[in-house]
């Protein structure tokens, strides 16, 4: 039983710091962060939690015998976890992934209009040469605002399951109640 507490002690102690290593990789310009460090530290902080809630069920289990012992290291335990998951909410670049997503959103519009403009221009050009070259400068401009709206969609979709993977250690372990 000693181990197992050691264990958890272990565990949180991971978490406090990958907290603080979030908190201050983020603390600054966002256009200074680090997210490679970021994406490091909430690494940890997912692993230990995952670790932890398992060292805590057990534990919980043990002390059963204790008056309400595992039913407070439980509660402890879904306390914890709903800081970290709330952690993960506050940390998400959401904004800037709105941000980015309508600035994408924006360039797909103007890059529509010009490639209609474009297409009146082809229409109009005697010179079959001039008319190719205008064709295929909006089929390209076109390809790569797709490209880049597709981009903006996978970002938004990895801040998403960064989002998710925290609700779900969170709920992982308010779920499994004695």
Not at 23 to 50: E, F, K, M, Q
Not at 76 to 87: F, I, P, Q
Not at 113 to 126: D, G, I, P, S, T
Not at 143 to 154: E, I, M, R, Y
Request: aromatic share 2%; with cysteine.
């Amino acid at each position: 039983m000693d181990e197992s507490k050691h264990e958890i002690h272990s565990q949180v102690d991971a978490i406090t710091a990958g907290t603080a290593s979030v908190v201050n990789l983020t603390a600054g310009d966002p256009t200074d962060t680090d997210y490679t460090a970021v994406g490091c530290a909430i690494t940890t902080i997912s692993s230990n939690l995952t670790e932890m809630s398992k060292g805590v069920k057990l534990l919980a289990a043990l002390m059963e015998d204790d008056v309400g012992g595992g039913n407070n290291l439980m509660r402890a335990a879904r306390t914890l976890a709903g800081a970290v998951s709330d952690l993960l909410i506050a940390v998400e670049p959401a904004s800037g992934e709105d941000i980015l997503m309508n600035l994408a959103k924006a360039v797909a519009n103007a890059a529509a209009m010009l490639v209609l403009k474009a297409k009146n221009v082809a229409q109009v050009a005697e010179d079959g040469v001039l008319q190719n070259r205008v064709i295929a400068a909006a089929t390209q401009c076109a390809l790569s605002t797709s490209q880049l709206v597709a981009c903006a969609k996978v970002r938004e979709n990895k801040s998403d399951s960064l989002k998710m993977k925290g609700l779900a250690l969170y709920v992982g372990i308010c779920v499994t109640e004695k």
